[in-house]
């Protein structure tokens, strides 16, 4: 069984997010259509409020809370959803959006395993509060997607 803590998962969600950033601000350098800069604006948001989310929590949250230990099996399977590897900036703006979608999917479900493993309240509100953060922003994102595909 591996260890690891509270800030090593916030520090991991957030680097994602960052790397989503990054792939954003290319993917924006070479659009030129409406759409696609609608799109890229939904994910631009989404990838910003939990990056935002987490950032704020690691800023708040009390000492003894980011130094709290996990033991996990050896390579829980929600960290090995790594998909920073899939990304690029020859990506197709659809293939961006699945692996955003796949990445908050398996976050929330991380996320919980944490929070149903802890037997501090307090590292359980946080992980389940970003669990509600993810899911929410990743329901915003399906509706702005489905309506923008329609124009």
């Not at 939904?42 to 935002?52: M, N």
């Not at 399977?77 to 920073?84: A, R, Y």
């Amino acid at each position: 069984m591996s260890w690891i803590q509270t800030r090593d998962i916030l520090n991991l969600s957030k680097d994602f997010y960052q790397q989503m950033q990054q792939i954003y601000q290319e993917l924006t350098e070479r659009s030129d259509m409406q759409r696609m800069e609608l799109l890229l604006s939904a994910i631009r948001r989404h990838v910003e409020y939990i990056e935002g989310q987490i950032r704020f929590l690691k800023k708040e949250a009390a000492p003894e809370v980011l130094d709290a230990w996990f033991q996990f099996a050896p390579d829980p399977p929600e960290l090995n959803t790594d998909p920073t590897t899939r990304l690029g900036p020859e990506m197709r703006l659809d293939d961006v959006i699945f692996i955003i979608f796949d990445f908050d999917t398996a976050l929330g479900e991380f996320f919980q395993r944490v929070a149903d493993v802890t037997p501090l309240e307090d590292v359980r509100r946080i992980f389940l509060d970003l669990k509600e953060s993810v899911e929410a922003e990743k329901k915003k994102l399906s509706v702005d997607v489905a309506n923008l595909k329609q124009i």
